[in-house]
């Protein structure tokens, strides 16, 4: 009966110090985007480069994936508004049939984005691998990163970490069973971001540099 007592105690600490833990690295991520994030152009600030993170653009059912549709709504908007200059579009090209940054930079031009001030970055598997390529491939020290809320503060944190001054651009948010598994995603992801960071994790790419404004438009 002790022995169980026991083993209850010791699972119901483990529980706490994980829900603790995940506060923490949430509240930690949030503060650091605090006044960085910006839902309208007309109050963001002009950067030169803006950073598109990507996403798959379907769901498993075939549908459009509105995370995906509101992020290039975003970009659309910035772009169109003179707060950004250069778009790098940064995503997962892991597979031959799966190209998160191609599908993005389509579907910009068709909405009447120049395709001169668009740079593709085909290794962005997580955010932190985008935020770090973009400082050393792309050579950025500021962005404006371009995602729904929650990813735009990770991302805002993990630039700080790397010396890149941050600011984002809310896409729209999604309501829903879908925004609820996502979030609880977001949660565990925020955790990892600070054990990649004791591990001294790294991109799983870097690659050639890439300058930024080298074409006429």
Known sequence: ?????????????????????????????????????FADTGSIPYNKTGLLLGTA???????????????????????????ISYLVISGDNGRADY?????????LIDRGVDSNIIYLDYAGFRT????????????QDSVTVISQPFHNERAIYLGSTLDIAAIGF?????????DL?????????????FIDGAAGTKPRFLGEKVQIGDREH
Do not use: H
Not at 129 to 139: A, Q, W, Y
Not at 170 to 178: F, L, P, R, T, W
């Open 99 to 107: 190209n998160e940054p191609a599908d993005m930079k389509q579907d």
């Open 181 to 193: 598994r996502v979030k609880l995603r977001e949660k565990l992801a925020r955790v990892k971001v």
């Open 1 to 37: 009966m002790l022995k169980k007592r026991l083993l209850l105690y010791g699972l119901g600490f483990m529980l706490l110090l994980l829900l603790l833990t995940i506060w923490v690295c949430n509240s930690l991520i949030s503060r650091s985007a605090a006044g960085r994030l």
């Open 170 to 178: 809310n896409a729209k948010d999604v309501e829903g069973s879908q």
């Open 57 to 83: 653009k379907r769901l498993s059912g075939g549908s459009i994936n509105p995370y995906y549709q509101y992020r290039i709504d975003a970009a659309v908007d910035l772009v169109k508004a003179g707060k």
């Open 128 to 139: 932190y691998d985008s935020m770090v390529r973009l400082k050393e491939i792309f050579g």
